[in-house]
């Protein structure tokens, strides 16, 4: 039986960009969850050292009645299966990030692609916070760690972490971190916000490390 190398065309011990006996970086899984409209696919966009793959497709009359376009009515697009975007944080770790579908006629997907993910981050938007609460109790009830993420869109009131919290009722040891998803830099102190908590809950002497 062939191995997994020689099947994809790669020689056996060489790393993916072909240098024999490279190190293969340990892949961690990630996903990018929240409501319709709270910057999923730009935060995976912005942030992403590939060209991120992107499902969104543009919204028809069959979503009339259907799709809750509430504070966002100016929406003309949503994403149908998922996001994609890869970050490598170090040579042995590179993060993939897994957009997830916020409409609630796609949230069947979530299950699936929840398998093997290491930790989430939950995007909120304070004009509709009741958006990002199916995404709090799906990652709650599987004991997958996960960070809120308040995106700040432009013109919304800028509430303080702590009313977040009891906003969104989740714990102390859930870290709530301020975002603006349009920022690369902003971006990736989420996804480190996320490392760092998930490290935390494994080994509380563990830190997290900058993302490139």
């Given at each position: ?12 011990g060489a790393d993916p960009g072909g240098e024999p006996g490279g190190h293969i970086p340990l892949a ?60 490598t944080v170090n040579q042995q770790v590179v993060l993939y990030l897994f957009g997830t579908p916020g ?51 432009d013109g919304a009131y800028d509430y303080g972490t702590q009313e977040v919290r009891e906003a969104v ?44």
């Open positions: 039986m062939a191995s997994a190398d020689s099947d994809n065309g790669t020689a056996p961690v899984k990630i996903l990018v969850a929240g409501g319709f409209g709270v910057g999923k696919t730009t935060l995976v966009g912005s942030v992403s050292e590939i060209e991120p793959l992107s499902t969104e497709e543009v919204m028809t009359e069959a979503s009339m009645g259907v799709d809750d376009l509430g504070g966002v009515e100016e929406k003309t697009t949503t994403t149908v299966a998922l996001d994609f975007g890869r970050i409409q609630g006629r796609f949230w069947f997907m979530w299950d699936e692609l929840a398998e093997g993910a290491l930790g989430a981050v939950v995007l909120a938007d304070t004009r509709r916070l009741d958006t990002c609460f199916p995404a709090v109790d799906f990652f709650e009830r599987r004991r997958i760690p996960f960070v809120v993420a308040v995106n700040l869109f009722d989740v714990g102390a040891d859930v870290p709530i971190v301020l975002s603006d998803a349009r920022d690369r830099e902003s971006s990736k102190a989420v996804l480190l916000a996320l490392v760092e908590h998930v490290m935390r809950r494994r080994s509380p002497a563990t830190t997290g490390r900058p993302l490139p």
